[in-house]
Nanobody
Framework: VQLQASGGGLVQPGGSLRLSCKAS????????FSWFRQAPGKERDFVAG????????YNEDSVKGRFTVSRANADSTVFLQMSSLESDDTAVYYC???????????????????WGQGTQVTVSS
């Protein structure tokens, strides 16, 4: 599956953004999709993921209930709705996909074989 991420931009603290990840290829509904992010000088971290059943999993240490991940199988698109954005959310956001045998969502980037190109999110006043 090939992935195309979009929706990043510059937003003020407290604002909202919705990222999209458009997938091309067969069997979209069989894939698990996740969002990772990489801030300057830091490692790429898991943010949120959605199982093939539609269940969302979050890195609560960083998300703190502010983000919502979802999928629209009919449009082969995955979304990350981000609200109450903080300066620490500034990063390049990547979507990733993998076929997974269970309804869980893997959190390690090593488990994902398909990656989008990344979209920059900058939170600044």
């Amino acid at each position: 599956v090939q992935l195309q991420a979009s929706g990043g931009g510059l937003v003020q603290p407290g604002g909202s953004l919705r990222l999209s990840c458009k997938a091309s290829g067969p069997l979209f509904s069989r894939y698990v999709f996740s969002w990772f992010r990489q801030a300057p000088g830091k490692e790429r971290d898991f943010v949120a993921g959605v199982s093939w059943t539609g269940h969302g999993i979050y890195n609560e240490d960083s998300v703190k209930g502010r983000f919502t991940v979802s999928r629209a199988n009919a449009d082969s698109t995955v979304f990350l709705q981000m609200s109450s954005l903080e300066s620490d959310d500034t990063a390049v956001y990547y979507c990733a996909a993998t076929r997974w045998a269970t309804t869980d969502v893997p959190r390690s980037e090593r488990d994902y074989g398909s990656w989008g190109q990344g979209t920059q999110v900058t939170v600044s006043s």
